[in-house]
């Protein structure tokens, strides 16, 4: 009788947990696209839709709160928009394209290192993984909704693809393909988010290739050194067009520490890269429950990433000092490179004040490395072992992707409803009110996620959020003018659109009658200005 071969059900394990992975994030981004939009996706979505109306990648007197938004899914988003009316469909199609890259992006840059079929697949089922659904967190930032980070953690993993192409097939067709697409998103990231992505992404592999350089490990100097002079000229002509722009991010805002906490500082941004991976529920969970249950297994699956930290030791090529004889391939540059990204990233937000999300441009990285150290490891296992982890592995990832449909997208669709949805509901009907009295312009008082929401479902009206500072009324919108629609603050007929938890209402109000309520929301209206 045949021996029955452990290896193919390995591999259909691994498989099955990387298709139902990919297979979430295509259910979240077309068929949950308008739940849980919060203040900054819907403010995102209205930025496209703007661009789009006005045929402009830089809108005239936009407000650019962080960055000029185009390292994401928006100028597809903006296309898509433009060719089918729907501003939501524009970025779930948006997504799965940068899904797409990034399964590609993946699948060369472990088949430029070597790596085996099951080492990629290892791979994917950590990067398509649901860590968390919050807003601001890893799978918000990275594949669904506005998907913020998405290409400036791509950066550095693209980067190191198209340097570690085999000579024989640096002028195949996709090799060509990942080389342009990386060209056109370093100017694109630096264009719209500064330094940031170069110094974080990028200046660790630039170092790893000075140091094999002067340890005279590169086989290939000239390749090395033509990217390095492309991306930089590429990076410091995106940096020299925004500020012709007059764009601002917030790279001027990432202040050196002053203090002598460093250890503490150092402790609290490696801390960062556990929470990013959501290593703790957000509440006490029983020993004995199903969240238990989910905890655990979310820790097995961050027991996987944590193989990445055997390669620290290769950060920068330092390993090789000294070393004679010892040959640099793919996979060892490939390596070196990625862990290189982690560890510069967590040492520089030591350095400044970190963020969760900061750090996911050094987490998929170290992510990459722990499938290729995790395949280092199983070869010393038995065939039949090494395919019965492999097939763990691949039941792991599965249950931790339903214990997060489950638990964690049940708990952000529900818990934080009140914080971050827009209430298509209520805004629906807010604007069925505001249309029966034909107001022009509404002022929301003191509460800018509604008027966030609000622009993004009725964006042919002025809202304007406003509050009060003694005698003085303060407003702002999106736009740093607010004059661009013709004075639309002086309207004759206007809204105000009030929260009683806000507090008294000033002496304004007097001036205007109310016309409805919605929920706890009260709207007044007055066919004068009453601000003049």
């Given at each position: 009788m045949k021996k029955f071969n452990y290896k193919y059900t390995a591999t259909f394990s691994l498989l099955t947990a990387t298709i139902f992975e990919v297979l979430v994030l295509v259910y979240f981004n077309i068929f949950r696209v308008k739940t849980a939009v919060d203040q900054d996706y819907a403010q995102l979505l209205y930025h496209a839709m703007q661009m789009a109306d006005n045929n402009k990648l830089l809108l005239t007197n936009w407000f650019y709160s962080t960055t000029a938004e185009l390292d994401c899914p928006m100028l597809?988003?903006?296309?898509?928009?433009?060719?089918f009316g729907d501003i939501y469909f524009a970025f779930a199609l948006s997504n799965l394209i940068n899904i797409a890259l990034w399964i590609l992006t993946i699948y060369v840059l472990m088949e430029n290192a070597g790596a085996s079929l099951n080492s990629k697949l290892v791979a994917m089922c950590l990067v398509f993984a649901t860590y968390d659904f919050s807003i601001l967190a890893y799978t918000n930032m990275m594949f669904i909704r506005g998907s913020q980070y998405t290409m400036k953690v791509l950066i550095p993993i693209m980067f190191t693809t198209v340097l570690t192409f085999p000579s024989d097939k640096q002028k195949s067709g996709i090799s060509i393909f990942l080389n342009v697409m990386f060209y056109i998103l370093a100017f694109i990231t630096a264009f719209s988010s500064g330094i940031y992505v170069f110094l974080c992404g990028i200046s660790p592999i630039i170092i790893c290739i000075f140091?094999?350089?002067?340890?005279?490990k590169c086989n290939n100097k000239r390749f090395y050194l033509c990217h390095v002079a492309a991306v930089t000229g590429v990076t410091l002509l995106g940096l020299f067009l925004q500020s012709a722009a007059n764009l601002t991010d917030k790279s001027d805002g990432f202040m050196v520490r002053n203090d002598i906490a460093i250890v503490?500082?150092?402790t609290n941004s490696i801390s960062d890269v556990f929470w990013a991976l959501r290593i703790f529920p957000d509440y006490p969970?029983?020993?004995?429950?199903?969240?238990a249950i989910g905890?655990?297994?979310?820790?097995?699956?961050?027991?996987?990433v944590c193989f990445g930290f055997i390669s620290v030791k290769k950060a920068f090529a330092i390993g090789h000092f000294g070393k004679e004889n010892i040959e640099v391939n793919n996979r060892e540059?490939?390596?070196?490179?990625?862990?290189?990204?982690?560890?510069?990233?967590?040492?520089l937000l030591t350095l400044i004040p970190s963020r969760i999300r900061y750090q996911l441009i050094g987490i998929i990285p170290l992510m990459l490395v722990a499938s290729m150290n995790i395949e280092n490891w199983a070869k010393g296992l038995l065939e039949n072992y090494r395919a019965v982890f492999y097939s763990a592995c691949g039941v792991l990832l599965i249950a931790n992707s339903i214990f997060s449909l489950n638990v964690d997208a049940r708990l952000w669709l529900n818990g934080e409803k009140s914080l971050y949805q827009v209430n298509y509901g209520v805004n629906g009907?807010?604007?069925r009110i505001l249309d029966e009295n034909d107001a022009d312009v509404a002022y929301v008082y003191e509460n800018n996620q509604l008027r966030a929401g609000l622009t993004l479902t009725d964006p042919d009206r002025h809202y304007k959020t406003v509050v009060s500072s003694g005698e003085v009324w303060i407003g702002w919108d999106n736009y740093v003018d607010i004059d661009r629609r013709g004075n639309p603050d002086f309207g004759k007929r206007n809204a105000i659109i009030y929260d009683p938890e806000k507090g008294d209402r000033p002496e304004y109000f007097q001036h205007?009658?109310?016309?409805?309520?919605?929920?706890?929301?009260?709207?007044?209206?007055?066919?004068?200005?009453?601000?003049e």
């Amino acid at each position: 009788m045949k021996k029955f071969n452990y290896k193919y059900t390995a591999t259909f394990s691994l498989l099955t947990a990387t298709i139902f992975e990919v297979l979430v994030l295509v259910y979240f981004n077309i068929f949950r696209v308008k739940t849980a939009v919060d203040q900054d996706y819907a403010q995102l979505l209205y930025h496209a839709m703007q661009m789009a109306d006005n045929n402009k990648l830089l809108l005239t007197n936009w407000f650019y709160s962080t960055t000029a938004e185009l390292d994401c899914p928006m100028l597809l988003a903006v296309l898509f928009y433009k060719a089918f009316g729907d501003i939501y469909f524009a970025f779930a199609l948006s997504n799965l394209i940068n899904i797409a890259l990034w399964i590609l992006t993946i699948y060369v840059l472990m088949e430029n290192a070597g790596a085996s079929l099951n080492s990629k697949l290892v791979a994917m089922c950590l990067v398509f993984a649901t860590y968390d659904f919050s807003i601001l967190a890893y799978t918000n930032m990275m594949f669904i909704r506005g998907s913020q980070y998405t290409m400036k953690v791509l950066i550095p993993i693209m980067f190191t693809t198209v340097l570690t192409f085999p000579s024989d097939k640096q002028k195949s067709g996709i090799s060509i393909f990942l080389n342009v697409m990386f060209y056109i998103l370093a100017f694109i990231t630096a264009f719209s988010s500064g330094i940031y992505v170069f110094l974080c992404g990028i200046s660790p592999i630039i170092i790893c290739i000075f140091f094999f350089y002067i340890f005279n490990k590169c086989n290939n100097k000239r390749f090395y050194l033509c990217h390095v002079a492309a991306v930089t000229g590429v990076t410091l002509l995106g940096l020299f067009l925004q500020s012709a722009a007059n764009l601002t991010d917030k790279s001027d805002g990432f202040m050196v520490r002053n203090d002598i906490a460093i250890v503490e500082a150092f402790t609290n941004s490696i801390s960062d890269v556990f929470w990013a991976l959501r290593i703790f529920p957000d509440y006490p969970v029983s020993v004995n429950s199903y969240e238990a249950i989910g905890v655990v297994l979310r820790w097995m699956v961050i027991a996987l990433v944590c193989f990445g930290f055997i390669s620290v030791k290769k950060a920068f090529a330092i390993g090789h000092f000294g070393k004679e004889n010892i040959e640099v391939n793919n996979r060892e540059f490939a390596t070196t490179a990625l862990i290189s990204v982690f560890v510069f990233t967590v040492l520089l937000l030591t350095l400044i004040p970190s963020r969760i999300r900061y750090q996911l441009i050094g987490i998929i990285p170290l992510m990459l490395v722990a499938s290729m150290n995790i395949e280092n490891w199983a070869k010393g296992l038995l065939e039949n072992y090494r395919a019965v982890f492999y097939s763990a592995c691949g039941v792991l990832l599965i249950a931790n992707s339903i214990f997060s449909l489950n638990v964690d997208a049940r708990l952000w669709l529900n818990g934080e409803k009140s914080l971050y949805q827009v209430n298509y509901g209520v805004n629906g009907e807010i604007k069925r009110i505001l249309d029966e009295n034909d107001a022009d312009v509404a002022y929301v008082y003191e509460n800018n996620q509604l008027r966030a929401g609000l622009t993004l479902t009725d964006p042919d009206r002025h809202y304007k959020t406003v509050v009060s500072s003694g005698e003085v009324w303060i407003g702002w919108d999106n736009y740093v003018d607010i004059d661009r629609r013709g004075n639309p603050d002086f309207g004759k007929r206007n809204a105000i659109i009030y929260d009683p938890e806000k507090g008294d209402r000033p002496e304004y109000f007097q001036h205007y009658s109310l016309i409805g309520n919605v929920e706890q929301y009260e709207i007044y209206f007055s066919e004068e200005n009453g601000f003049e």
